[in-house]
């Protein structure tokens, strides 16, 4: 049974229609992922040596290249909001689509929190202080500018990215002629079953190297979140994610070659800033300095943008009636205000823990689960409605998501193999999410169908189109 509800519901939840091209979407998945550049992947390197963690990170980018391509499929069929959300709810129903979303939803309410840390220590780093004032204050400035509108955060999103992309690339440039293959092997072999110069912590390693192998790539799934606010979403949004990966791809490349070629495996293993300490050791030590500033600008990046991600996904699940109504309401700049700052509460009270690596671990794990269910969902679609129009068509069709079904399962083990505190505190999250669904929320859907959804939502922007002066 749902809510009966009418046009004047709908017409207060409406996003602004046309604020984002291809490439600012591009723009904005490169954002969601840029801070993973600069800190948190080359962990991985300390869990299987560098040879190890190049196979992880391979696997990796091969499931998020598959996934986003599925992605793409979906979002130019399926141009709602609440993005993986919206694709399982059209193959799995509601119960599907809302494990969808709440899986999502672990992700991006917890990235932002483990990302704020990160942030709180660059800034102790560069200017001596630290602390929840420093997370609050962060919290309260890019909720802020969000609050200012759709374009005017994207534009922002673009200007920090690019800040965050000429450090890298810059870094990259500066390293090529330090960069010795040798060094790439110097951690040393373990005992471990399968370990080898190449691999040295053998099996076990590549398995626990995974969460960091996708710490390269998280949450550039988000970019079809935008679907709503694109100029085109049937061409923009495939053009958007696949340009994004094809950049986040070369990124990765180069920091997971150059810096382990330059400084030595080992050293980047253990670096808190691989970037600076690459160059410090290679002798560019005023360079260092000033990716040292920029860095903290990759970390904002990614704060922003999946600020960004969760109010999008918080309101397509408000509206539709999973999580409280009340959350989906937009202002006159057509924002969702409750939307963007509950959640950052929310967020601003999980980083009081400190941990940035449990938050990060956990994050992880939504991720992982929303990555299954997501392609799933391609798959179901492919079977059940084989004649739903598609502007994009996801080469291989089914064979490319099952790859991406089967690495994100095996990606979710990796984070247990990691961490199971982290996996089993997430595991209690989704318990508890599941809950409120089967025992609330459920019974006050606002559409029984995704298509009823829709067909609500055309019908209110058509008469808000008629009726404005």
């Known amino acids: 049974m749902t809510d009966h509800i009418d046009k004047e519901y709908l017409a207060k939840r409406q996003l602004k229609r046309g604020s984002a091209g291809w490439i600012l979407l591009a723009g904005l998945g490169v954002s969601y992922v840029i801070s993973g550049d600069f800190a948190g992947w080359n962990f991985g390197i300390a869990e299987a040596g560098w040879g190890g963690?190049?196979?992880?990170?391979?696997?990796?980018?091969?499931?998020?290249?598959?996934?986003?391509?599925?992605?793409?499929?979906?979002?130019?069929?399926?141009?709602?909001?609440?993005?993986?959300?919206?694709?399982?709810?059209?193959?799995?129903?509601?119960?599907?689509?809302?494990?969808?979303?709440?899986?999502?939803?672990?992700?991006?309410?917890?990235?932002?929190?483990?990302?704020?840390?990160?942030?709180?220590?660059?800034?102790?780093?560069?200017?001596?202080?630290?602390?929840?004032?420093?997370?609050?204050?962060?919290?309260?400035?890019?909720?802020?500018?969000?609050?200012?509108?759709?374009g005017e955060a994207l534009k922002v999103m673009m200007v920090i990215s690019g800040l965050a992309v000429i450090a890298i690339l810059a870094t990259a440039v500066a390293l090529i002629g330090d960069f010795d293959s040798s060094r790439l092997f110097d951690v040393p072999v373990t005992d471990a079953v399968g370990a080898s110069e190449f691999m040295p912590m053998g099996w076990y390693g590549i398995w626990a190297a995974l969460p960091f192998g996708m710490w390269l790539f998280l949450a550039v799934e988000g970019v079809p979140l935008a679907a709503e606010e694109a100029k085109d979403p049937a061409k923009d949004v495939p053009k958007g994610i696949i340009g994004a990966m094809i950049f986040l791809l070369f990124t990765a490349l180069l920091v997971v070659f150059l810096l382990a070629g330059a400084a030595g495996a080992d050293a980047m293993g253990k670096s808190a800033v691989p970037l600076v300490d690459a160059l410090n050791f290679a002798g560019h030590g005023t360079l260092a300095t000033v990716v040292n500033v920029l860095g903290l600008a990759g970390l904002i990046a990614s704060f922003f943008s999946i600020i960004y991600g969760y109010s999008r996904l918080v309101f397509a699940l408000s509206r539709a009636g999973y999580l409280p109504k009340s959350l989906s309401v937009t202002d006159k700049r057509k924002v969702p205000a409750r939307a963007l700052i509950v959640p950052g509460i929310l967020g601003f009270l999980a980083s009081l823990t400190g941990e940035g690596d449990l938050m990060l671990a956990m994050a992880v794990v939504g991720a992982t689960v929303s990555y299954a269910l997501m392609a799933l969902s391609h798959i179901l679609l492919r079977i059940k409605q084989p004649n739903m129009e598609r502007p994009y068509k996801t080469p291989g069709g089914i064979f490319t998501s099952s790859i991406a079904f089967v690495l994100s399962l095996l990606a979710l083990t990796g984070v247990y193999a990691y961490d199971p505190r982290a996996f089993f505190y997430t595991l209690v999250l989704f318990a508890i999410g599941a809950a409120y669904y089967f025992l609330y929320s459920k019974n006050r859907l606002v559409a029984k169908t995704p298509e009823e959804e829709f067909d609500m939502l055309a019908a209110a922007e058509a008469d808000l189109v008629t009726t404005s002066p």
């Open 53 to 150: 963690f190049a196979i992880a990170a391979g696997l990796m980018a091969v499931m998020y290249f598959t996934l986003v391509l599925a992605l793409a499929e979906m979002s130019a069929a399926i141009p709602a909001a609440g993005g993986g959300y919206s694709f399982a709810r059209q193959a799995m129903g509601p119960t599907g689509g809302y494990l969808t979303g709440l899986a999502v939803l672990i992700e991006y309410a917890l990235a932002p929190a483990a990302i704020v840390i990160f942030i709180g220590s660059a800034v102790e780093a560069l200017l001596g202080f630290n602390g929840p004032w420093v997370y609050a204050a962060f919290y309260l400035v890019f909720i802020g500018i969000h609050l200012a509108g759709a």
